[in-house]
Structures are given as C-alpha cells and as structure tokens.
C-alpha cells in the first residue's frame, strides 16, 4: 500500500523559511518521480516542484530560485526548502507519486505566511 505522509508546515512571517518533509513507502522509492503541489483556499491545486529518479529537478515559474527540491533514496523522503516565502505561498502543500496510473497523495501540511 502506498503511503505519502508530509510534515514542516506551519506559520511564519515573510521572508522566512520553511522545509516540508515527506515520508513515503509501499513502492521501489528510488525509480520513481516525487512531486510538491499546493493548494490555496478557493484556487485549483498546482504544481510546485518535481524530482526525476536520476535528480533531475523542475520547479513552477513563481518559486523558482526559492524552493528547492530534493531526495533522499535511503530514508525514502522527498524535501521543499522554501526561502523567501511570501504571503501568496500560503497553502496546503501536497507531496505525490505516480505508480500503476495512478497518482497517490498525502494529506498535506499547512503553510501560512503572514506577519
């Protein structure tokens, strides 16, 4: 059974940083694609940042050269440091991963940024 588990939300003022953290298990970790998505209250869920099995590393336009993803293949966790965050940052944020054709998420972490 897959299981995505996210933690590192929280509150904290512009500028400020965050690192979420996502725990995940049931599947060959190191072969497949891991995703951050977020969802603002009354918007659609978008994509963040994605991580390929080799490393290689995509990021949507807003939070580029602020977020940054990452993996670890021994401990089965994908990572989003957030730099910088602005209130617009504010979100649910989801971890994710595709197997079989399906796509299996977490239960989020709430990020807030605000004064």
């Known amino acids: 059974q897959v299981h995505l588990m996210e933690s590192g939300g929280g509150l904290v003022q512009p500028g400020g940083s965050l690192r979420l953290s996502c725990a995940v298990s049931g599947i060959n970790f190191k072969i497949h694609t891991l995703e951050w998505s977020r969802q603002a209250p009354g918007k659609q869920r978008e994509l963040v940042a994605g991580i390929s099995s080799s490393g290689a590393t995509t990021y949507e336009d807003s939070v580029k050269g602020r977020f940054t993803i990452s993996r670890d293949n021994v401990w089965n966790r994908v990572f989003l440091q957030m730099n910088s965050l602005k209130p617009e940052d504010t979100a649910v944020y989801y971890c994710?991963?595709?197997?079989?054709?399906?796509?299996?998420w977490g239960r989020g972490t709430q990020v807030t940024v605000s004064s």
């Open positions: 994710s991963v595709d197997r079989g054709g399906s796509t299996f």
